[in-house]
């Protein structure tokens, strides 16, 4: 007989989100030496890759994702690696700039952020080679991203890169 443990029951409440609303977000609150993250779970339902975000509050975090979903269930996608100047992406709107995400994030342990929902899409039976997921980089209100020269260290601070490997990168 297989047993139901606290792993099974959190992939179920993911499972039960996604079904009557899209999309789930699991947000991290800052804890003084990371900042606050959030990564979804549901838009490979969509056909899009899972979205992982840093550095923003809760208000500004679930805005951004709920209009990005929003967008996406409307057909609309937003090229990779080409920076955005949206008029409705978050309050206030945010230029952004779609990252692919290392598939190394994908694996759990250390400081994986998508291992979640890699439990929750394998549960599904979902092979590892069909994960995706792109991190959605903001700028500041000076219009810089954490890759420009004039970025402060707060600023590459607040939001780690994604695309070079679990420990980050360089654009």
């Known amino acids: 007989m297989t047993t139901f443990d606290e792993v099974d029951e959190v992939l179920f409440r ?14 991290v609150p800052a804890d003084g030496a990371a900042p606050a993250w959030a990564a979804t779970v549901g ?9 992982v975000v840093f550095g923003l509050g809760v208000a500004a975090t679930t805005d951004a994702l709920q209009h990005l ?15 955005r100047r949206p008029r409705d992406l978050g309050c206030p709107p945010h230029t952004v ?16 952020r998508l291992c979640l929902a890699a439990g929750y ?7 590892r080679a069909a994960l995706r997921a792109v991190q959605l980089v ?20 607040r939001q780690p890169l994604l695309d070079r490997g679990p420990i980050g990168g360089s654009r």
């Open 138 to 157: 903001w700028a500041t209100p000076r219009g810089t991203f954490p890759w420009h020269a004039r970025a402060t260290e707060a600023d590459r601070r």
């Open 121 to 127: 899409h394998g549960a599904l039976g979902r092979p």
């Open 69 to 83: 979903f929003d967008e996406i269930e409307y057909g609309i996608r937003r090229p990779v690696g080409r920076t």
């Open 97 to 112: 700039r779609l990252l692919p995400v290392a598939d190394e994030h994908w694996d759990c342990g250390g400081d994986h």
């Open 43 to 51: 838009l490979l339902d969509l056909g899009h890759p899972e979205v």
């Open 14 to 27: 993911i499972h039960a989100r996604v079904m009557v609303d899209g999309l789930y977000v699991n947000y």
